[in-house]
Structure formats: structure tokens, C-alpha cells
């Protein structure tokens, strides 16, 4: 055990260290948490929350800038429900895109 029985700077230490490291995870992620979910993981445990927002119709994985991303379809940008749509979701991108209605044919 790190600093037991020596005045607890080694705990102190541990602290450091480790503020230091997630600090460097979050800057080389661009400010987003890393996540070790798949993509897939992390559409299934949002997209209950997101399909629940008005205007939105529907969520996918799709391609931004070639990189995997989470994709969030909405009826209109007017909505509102845009600003209510977060940027990154566990440390994917998610893009909003309009779509319009969606009806089964």
C-alpha cells in the first residue's frame, strides 16, 4: 500500500498522479471521457434517452470526418430538441442530422 505508516504523502502522490493522468486522457480525447464501450454498447444504453426527446426519429452509427460516430435523426432543427442533443455520448461523437419524418412504406 502507497504511503501507509509514513505521514500519507504517498497517498498525496497517488492523487497527483493520478489527476495527472486523466487530465492527459481528456486532452487527448479532445476534452471527452475514453470510454472502453463499444459503440454499439454505448447506442443501446442511449437510445431510449434520445428517441424519448421530441422531434427526434430515430439513432444510428454512422461515419463524421471517418471516424465512427453515433447519429441522432430529427424531424427539424427548429425544434429545440438540438440544443437538448449532447456532442459526445461516453467519448463518441454524436452528429445531429435532419431527416424529416420517417414513415414505414
Given at each position: ?22 487530465a492527459c486522457a481528456s486532452a487527448q480525447s479532445g ?75
Amino acid at each position: 500500500m502507497i504511503g501507509r505508516g509514513r505521514g500519507g504523502r504517498g497517498g498525496a502522490v497517488a492523487a497527483v498522479l493520478l489527476a495527472g493522468v486523466m487530465a492527459c486522457a481528456s486532452a487527448q480525447s479532445g476534452g471527452s471521457t475514453v470510454t472502453t464501450k463499444s459503440i454499439d454498447q454505448v447506442l443501446a444504453a442511449h437510445s431510449d434517452s434520445l428517441m424519448a426527446l421530441p422531434g427526434v426519429v430515430g439513432t444510428a452509427i454512422g461515419l463524421y470526418e471517418g471516424e465512427r460516430c453515433i447519429k441522432v435523426l430529427v424531424v427539424d432543427s427548429g425544434s429545440g430538441t438540438i440544443k437538448r442533443i449532447p456532442d459526445h455520448l461516453e467519448g463518441y461523437r454524436v452528429v445531429v442530422e435532419v431527416t424529416g419524418t420517417i414513415r414505414p412504406r
